[in-house]
């Protein structure tokens, strides 16, 4: 007699099994406290404790800035608390409208589209591009964000990996594929986790030498860099050569939502095909205002900017003093090497428990078996006290676990 399928057993073992790996995701249950980012209560068995966050993308703390909260609660008691539908069927809002006018104005696009989040608007344009384009190639950069990889693969176009950020390797891919082909280079600016900058301008020049569409992940990008928060293509004066360019809301913007940026008809096209676009129920127009607010704030104000650059540098020099190993790059975001699973988690859980410390651990498949590490991203709120505890805190971890340590 054959026996039915287990769930149950089958669920409990997958789950037994990542945490024998220290790879099962165990969710700090916080509640950040606008008005004194970074610090936040955490919620563990029925009890509380205070900490400061070390690792939230809200980079610029925008989430608690008065003219995005007074937005979103004016625009809230304006318009009530949600889209009432899709965009197609009565939930477009003027907010929306305005939003996607302004989004269009910080990257020099004629249209913007948007999407509920930023993995959304990845998977749903990359789906609607490469799936709809007829004998579509896309060349995707190896270090790309799971949700490009979840958009390419549900087109079923044809993909092609090339070696991260690797322009030789891009160039070996696009010689081998007939030139009247479309091909699609996929790429980010800012890679969240090694914290590393693509080749913009290398992939432009490939890009119109074999006749190349490009689509760009601007998400770690936007808000933080160039003089209006336009990202690294704005700041390197690229943005014009860039077909796609792909944000997020929901990072340095402090609220939540996707977009893409690119021509009228390219917008326009995705607008009209594509799945996860259409069949919502749109953002909040409350979202959709605070958000605006948020983009707009950041096209003229450098302060958040600057005084986030400060402290990620103070950062970097505290923690080189005491020779914790970092990996090195030219952004904001700060790799700190730990290199094994289970001592990346252990550290991160007594860095929380005895120092009020929040750094998540960053595990494979996030990051590569034997990369594991902690990801720092230093805000503009974190005081010098806050950055001499985390030094401390850290050097105390290093000595106990007996990790080595960089030579200064
Ligand atoms: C976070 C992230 C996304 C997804 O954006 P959300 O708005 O959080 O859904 C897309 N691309 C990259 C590179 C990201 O890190």
Redesign the pocket.
């Known amino acids: 007699m054959t026996s039915t399928f287990n769930h149950h057993n089958f669920f409990t073992s997958e789950l037994d099994q990542l945490r024998e790996e220290g790879r099962y995701r165990v969710f700090a249950e916080l509640e950040r406290k606008a008005g004194h980012f970074p610090q936040a209560r955490r919620y563990k068995d029925g009890v509380t404790q205070d900490v400061t966050i070390w690792c939230a ?1 809200d980079y610029l703390g925008m989430g608690q800035h008065p003219k995005v909260i007074d937005a979103t609660c004016d625009a809230l008691r304006a318009y009530g608390a949600g889209a009432g539908g899709t965009r197609n069927i009565s939930g477009n809002s003027h907010e929306h409208v305005l939003l996607e006018e302004e989004l269009a104005d910080l990257h020099g696009k004629e249209s913007a589209l948007l999407f509920t ?6 998977w749903a344009a990359l789906s609607a591009l490469a799936g709809g384009i007829p004998n579509c190639v896309v060349l995707s950069d190896a270090g ?2 799971a ?2 990889i979840e958009g390419i693969r549900h087109s079923r176009a044809e993909r092609r990996i090339f070696k991260h950020n690797d322009i030789a390797d891009l160039e070996k891919h696009l010689k081998e594929i007939p030139l009247e082909r479309p091909k699609l280079i996929a790429f ?1 600016s800012v ?2 986790m090694d914290g590393d900058i693509g080749n913009i301008k290398g992939i432009c020049d490939l890009a119109d030498k074999y006749g190349a569409m490009t689509y760009l ?1 601007e ?2 990008a936007v808000g933080m860099y160039g003089p209006r928060g336009g990202g690294i293509a704005e700041r390197e004066g690229l943005m014009d050569r860039i077909t796609v360019i ?1 944000a ?4 340095a913007y402090g609220v ?3 977009y893409i940026a690119a021509s009228k008809a390219l917008c326009d096209y995705v607008r009209s095909f594509s799945s996860g676009f259409i069949f919502t129920t749109a953002l909040p127009p409350a979202i959709a205002a605070g958000a605006r607010t948020a983009v707009r704030h950041l096209k003229e104000s450098e302060i958040e900017r600057m005084r986030q650059r400060r402290a990620v540098s103070k950062v970097r020099s505290a923690l080189k003093a005491i020779g914790i190993p970092m990996m090195d790059n030219d952004s904001h975001i700060i790799p700190v090497m730990v290199g094994n699973a289970v001592k990346c988690k252990m550290i991160s859980d007594v860095l929380m428990d005895q120092y009020g410390i929040y750094i998540q651990p960053i595990n494979y498949p996030t990051v590569p078996k034997g990369t594991e590490r902690l990801r720092i991203t230093p805000s503009p709120f974190h005081t010098d006290d806050d950055i001499a505890k985390l030094a401390n805190a850290l050097s105390e971890m290093w000595s106990h676990c007996a990790l080595s340590r960089a030579v200064a």
């Open positions: 993308n989040s930023g993995y959304i608007s990845n790309n964000h949700s490009m980010e890679y969240s992940d998400v770690h792909e997020t809301l929901g990072k939540v939502g996707g």
